[in-house]
């Protein structure tokens, strides 16, 4: 007599239970009746009509001829707006200026960011008002923090020229945004600036969620303050890490309203990212195909650099 039970006698919803085989059986297991899916149209109809369609329409400009005034038919011309755009250097110029200014600013908006949370994640005095304090630039509107970091920024009424001159630092004052020296790294203090408050609450929050036991423990074998973060707390923060790393890359690599405040672009270019070149060409200059094939290759571009950076990343999570 056999002592184990048979496999078709295991109870439902056990976890000896075999998966549903056929695709009506799965979606009865799942509850994704034709009901369900009236429930999700309210959700699903403005995500359709406000961003997979505007998405779908600006891809498809980028295959053609549009542009702005003209009476003539917009026609398709396949892929010579991306063929005329492997030879525009501006285009790349700008291209190489937003890769800058995105690893600039996103590493040292974690950096900045790391350090101000594990701080804000100590047992402080006030440390409400901190944290409160912390969010203020989040809080901000980004043409606010412009025209108060132009302001700043003011080669003769300016605090920081003001500041830098009474400490002794400078003998003259400094035109920060029209430099071409100057621009880009006063640009990038701007939107370091602007973007930390983010990035510090993300990280705050896997910061609270790692296991106080695990603190304790470490400590009490003799781990110091750096062993304790780098064998307990770092892996426990690191996919969150992870995920607002590339987020703020990408937000970064996109960014327009803050650096058209403060510059514009200038001097010179040595500030206009690629989503300013392509703004320009297309409701400066009406090119609106051109400009729909300069948004698809910056795409494609983030999408690869992306992609090899979580590979890497989850590779090393891995081993």
């Given at each position: 007599m ?10 439902p919803g056990?976890r ?9 059986k799965?979606k009865?297991?799942?509850?994704l ?5 009236f429930?999700?149209?309210p959700a699903?109809i403005?995500?359709l ?6 998405l ?8 053609t001829d ?5 009476t003539e038919?917009?026609?398709?011309i396949?892929?010579t ?5 492997r ?7 700008s ?5 800058v200014w ?5 590493a040292?908006q ?8 594990l701080?804000?994640d100590?047992n402080?005095?006030l440390r ?5 304090l912390?969010?203020?630039p989040w809080?901000m509107p980004e043409v ?11 080669q003769?009424a300016?605090?920081?020229n003001?500041?830098l001159?009474s400490l002794g630092?400078?003998d003259s004052?400094l ?6 020296s100057?621009?880009l ?6 939107g370091?600036w602007a973007?930390?408050?983010?990035t ?7 910061l609270?969620n ?8 470490a ?7 750096w062993r304790?973060?780098?064998t307990?707390?770092w ?8 995920a607002i790393t590339?987020?703020?890359?990408i ?5 327009f309203g803050?650096v058209?405040i ?6 010179g270019g ?6 300013l070149?392509?703004y320009?060409e297309a409701?400066?200059?009406?090119q609106f195909?051109y400009?729909?094939a300069m948004g698809?290759?910056m795409v494609?571009?983030?999408a ?11 590779r090393?999570?891995a081993?």
């Amino acid at each position: 007599m056999s002592l184990t039970a048979p496999r078709d006698r295991a109870v439902p919803g056990s976890r000896g239970t075999p998966p549903p085989r056929t695709p009506a059986k799965r979606k009865q297991a799942l509850g994704l009746d034709h009901g369900a899916w009236f429930l999700l149209l309210p959700a699903l109809i403005p995500i359709l009509v406000l961003s997979v369609a505007p998405l779908l329409y600006g891809a498809s400009l980028a295959f053609t001829d549009s542009q702005a005034g003209r009476t003539e038919p917009t026609q398709f011309i396949g892929v010579t707006n991306f063929a005329d755009l492997r030879f525009d250097d501006l285009f790349w110029d700008s291209f190489r200026v937003g890769l800058v200014w995105a690893f600039c600013v996103t590493a040292l908006q974690f950096l900045l960011a790391l350090g101000l949370a594990l701080l804000l994640d100590q047992n402080l005095r006030l440390r409400w008002l901190a944290r409160t304090l912390a969010l203020v630039p989040w809080a901000m509107p980004e043409v606010v923090v412009g025209i108060m970091w132009r302001l700043v920024y003011h080669q003769d009424a300016g605090i920081l020229n003001d500041t830098l001159t009474s400490l002794g630092l400078i003998d003259s004052n400094l035109d920060w945004l029209t430099n071409f020296s100057l621009a880009l790294p006063a640009v990038i203090a701007v939107g370091v600036w602007a973007g930390m408050p983010q990035t510090t609450v993300v990280l705050l929050a896997g910061l609270q969620n790692v296991p106080l036991e695990l603190r304790e423990a470490a400590q009490i074998d003799g781990a110091g303050v750096w062993r304790r973060f780098a064998t307990v707390t770092w892996p426990a923060i690191r996919p969150v890490v992870l995920a607002i790393t590339a987020l703020n890359f990408i937000w970064n690599f996109n960014a327009f309203g803050l650096v058209y405040i403060l510059t514009s672009g200038g001097p010179g270019g040595e500030t206009r990212l690629p989503m300013l070149f392509a703004y320009e060409e297309a409701f400066k200059y009406g090119q609106f195909g051109y400009a729909a094939a300069m948004g698809l290759v910056m795409v494609a571009v983030i999408a690869v650099l992306l992609a090899l950076f979580l590979r890497r990343k989850l590779r090393g999570d891995a081993s």
